[in-house]
Every structure is written in C-alpha cells, then in structure tokens.
C-alpha cells in the first residue's frame, strides 16, 4: 500500500509540474486515445474529414477534434505522446517560458496550415496532432540541439537527430510518413519566420496576440496635472486624463477649472463687491 501511494505521489508530482499548455494538450489526447480504444467514443466523429470540414455546412468542429487526438491509444501513439511531451515541455521552459499566448499563437498557425493542406490527398490525414508532434518536435531539435536523449534505453542520440528517429520509427511501424514530413516542414518554416528574418533581415511578422489595451498603447492616455488657483491664494494641483491628439471622444473637451464651476463665479463675484464697497 506504501509503494502504490508513493507511485501515486510520484505521478501526481510529474504531471503537475509539467507546464500548463503541454499538460492540458497531453492530458487531451490521453482521454480521446482511451476513449476511442474502449469504445466510448467513435472516431468518424470527431476525425478529420475534407468533404465534411469543406462543404456548404462545414463541421469547423473536426478542426478542433482532429487536433487533440492521436487515434485509439496504441504502441505508437504512445511513442508519439512522448516525442511530444519531451519538445513541448522544453520548448515551454525555454523558447516560450512565460509566454503561452506565444505558444497558442504558433498552435493555431500550425493547425490552420495543416487544414489547408489536407485539402491535398497527400497529406490528408484523420487526426491532425499527428503533423503537430513533428512540427514542435523540429523546433525542438534546433532550439536543444545539444541535448542527449535515449530511445528505452537502447539507442543513444543528440536532440538534433530527434526528427530523423521519430520518422524512422514511424516507417518501420508502417505508418505513412508523408504528414510526418510537412510537420517537420511547417516546423522549419515557423522557425526560419520567427527567428532567423527578424536577426537578418529585421522582420518581425510573428508576434504575440494583444488582448489588453494598455499594454499596447501606454500612452493612449496621458496624465497631465493642472494648478488651479483659489480666491484665497492657495493652489490646487490636479489630475485629468488628456485624449490622444486627433481623437475626439465624449471626454476630450478641455479640463474644467475652478472658474467653470459656481463656486468659482461666485467667489470672483464676492472680490468685485468688496472692491466696490471699499
């Protein structure tokens, strides 16, 4: 009972440190894989179909479905989740550390150019995660490249070589490789955009979505402070909000004094009768 608790604790630490987009991406394709395999879910369901995706009433779900799903968990689904969970992780601990919108970001690139793709019957394939374990397994290999990994403990290689094992493992279990190639291809394409034209060529077309507006544009708005001077001589510092120059809004008329307000009409009013009066 001690060892299964601690085998227990021991799992339950793994998949909790595991970063947060690849736990959940893994954790997905886990329940769809043993769903289909004890029959609890069918795989025409939720697989990628062209005539079904493109038609004049599209299933965009499948899109979706496909994405998260290896097909029923077997041998070589499993050694596709571990390629995967091996470059995800370090790719999230490293070239995408704190940055998940980043990583969605290059998830929804690759799932929109594998879409388009299977449009081609060369590359059309039932579940679209298959072309999405070789892209971040590319990216892997040229951002670890020095890494020193071992396949069950019988064949030891660089990270670097990592593309070259998996695509070799998958033809000799039969599979077809071509989806695993534009994988590898789409993962190089990503790679040369997002790293290698912004240091030669100083184009920066891949950045991260904007979802606050504030840390967009900081000086949408500007503070500026205005000194008001009372009828007793004492000055009063305050604080508005000045809208861009060419914007006009509900709130971009000129900030409102003490001289715009009754009290301040008042009080001159006050001044001129005792001046009158003395």
Request: aromatic share 12%; hydrophobic share 45%.
């Amino acid at each position: 009972m001690a060892q299964e608790q601690s085998l227990g604790a021991k799992i339950k630490q793994f998949y909790f440190a595991c970063p947060i987009v690849t736990r959940v991406f893994l954790t997905s394709l886990l329940v769809t894989g043993l769903a289909i395999r004890v029959g609890y879910l069918r795989p025409g369901s939720i697989a990628f179909v062209n005539s079904l995706v493109f038609s004049t009433r599209p299933e965009v779900y499948r899109v979706l479905t496909s994405s998260i799903c290896l097909g029923a968990l077997t041998f070589s689904t499993v050694m596709d989740m571990y390629f995967l969970y091996i470059s995800m992780s370090n790719l999230e601990r490293g070239k995408w550390f704190n940055k998940p919108r980043d990583m969605l970001l290059a998830i929804g690139l690759a799932v929109l150019t594998f879409t388009l793709f299977g449009l081609m019957p060369m590359f059309a394939t039932p579940w679209l995660a298959i072309p999405i374990s070789s892209f971040f397994l590319m990216l892997f290999s040229i951002d670890h490249s020095e890494i020193q990994m071992s396949f069950m403990g019988i064949l030891t290689y660089r990270s670097r070589y990592a593309p070259l094992v998996h695509v070799t493992l998958s033809f000799l279990m039969g599979e077809p490789i071509a989806v695993t190639l534009l994988g590898f291809l789409v993962g190089y394409a990503y790679h040369y955009v997002d790293t290698v034209l912004p240091k030669t060529h100083g184009m920066n077309i891949l950045h991260k979505p904007r979802l606050w507006i504030g840390a967009t544009a900081p000086n949408r708005m500007q503070r500026s402070r205005v000194r008001h001077t009372t009828p007793g001589g004492f000055e009063v510092t305050s604080s508005h909000k000045q809208a861009p120059v060419g914007r006009l809004n509900a709130f971009s008329g000129r900030p409102r004094t003490l001289k715009d307000t009754g009290f301040g009409r008042n009080a001159e009013q006050r001044q001129r009768q005792e001046k009158k009066t003395e």
